[in-house]
């Protein structure tokens, strides 16, 4: 534990060696976080690692020899089984734990909130645990609050274009891997593709990723629906986030060869008529929205906004209640580490103001 400042909170970080626990890092830092002491855990692979923050030398902590006592926020991003042990424990000896896993995240007890979209349901957090929507909810969800407030919001059909790194350090290996032995394979095969490339096995994302996309993300869930988990995630985070249970959602989930930020296809359908230029009032005003006219992944990584564009009316909806358009966003930053450090900030006003 390392005291930063005299007043603020304290604030510990599981998984503060992994991908985004290192943006998390930095955030902390960008935000001018009011931390008085920080502390970062991880497994006892890190265990000793020292890692700077603003000048101060940090050592890791092993989370399982760790003493709990004293924390006021914890930020877990260090995978959900690891989420399942020791969020309670944290939250049992004091803490509010903000978690980036999908273990708590269809919980009654445990809020699950978009910084801008619902922070009221911060205002009570009975098992001490919250949670960070998945990235890709997470991305759409500053887009489609405005637009179902305005027009209501009926019906959803996504398609996600995510990157690597959603797969931890691993996919970001696999895609570097197999990206370098492709390009040593020469232009010739690359213009072939399929069994003309000689790619090594694939080590994370199920299938090769390096110039490819993959639709499968995830596991098959067990109630005869096909869909995976992720594809699931996005239906039932939305419902409870936008406070809408019975918002009709379809989603596909695709992995594609790129580092870092995610893309959405999204059709949605609304109870009242809406056009593009309408559509486009609103989201100039909304908070973490910026328009932009192509929205890619290039331009979304290492930002905060979800770019939006190409918004263009739904010619597969009658009149004038559908609107297709696509977003990107960096699923490192907000889609995990940035509204985790929103949700502290949120929880520091509300349950420590006497500390700041
Ligand atoms: N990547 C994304 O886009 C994204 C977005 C939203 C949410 N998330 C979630 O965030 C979490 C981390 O993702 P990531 O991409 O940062 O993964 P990562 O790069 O693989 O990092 C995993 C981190 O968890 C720690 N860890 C693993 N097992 C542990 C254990 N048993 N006890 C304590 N610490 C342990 C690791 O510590 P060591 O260094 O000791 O191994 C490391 O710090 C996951 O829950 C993921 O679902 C990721």
Redesign the pocket.
Known sequence: MVQINERGVNVAV????????MVMRRVLDERDFPVRDLRF???A??AGQVLDWRGHAIEVED?AKADLSGIDIAIF????G?SREWAPKFAEAGAYVID???QWRMHDDVPLVVAEVNPDDLDEIPSGIVA?P??TTMAIMPVLKPLSDAFGLKRLIVSSYQAV??A???GVEQLMNEAKAAVDQGADKLVFGGDAIDFPEPTKVVRTIAFNEVPFIGDIVDDGSEETDEEQKLRNESRKILHLPDLKASCTCVRVGVFTAHGMSVNAEFERDVTPDEARAVLREAEAVELVDIPTAQLAAGKTPSFVGRIRQDQAVDGHKGLAFFVTND??RK??ALNAVELAEIIARKHFPDQL
């Not at 599981?14 to 626990?21: D, E, F, I, R, S």
């Not at 991003?77 to 959900?80: H, I, Q």
């Open positions: 599981l998984g503060a060696t992994g991908q985004v626990g855990l991880a497994s692979r890190s989370v991003s260090a995978g959900g690891t980036n896993s999908s960070n998945n990235c790194s959603g931890g350090r691993a699923n490192l889609g995990a």
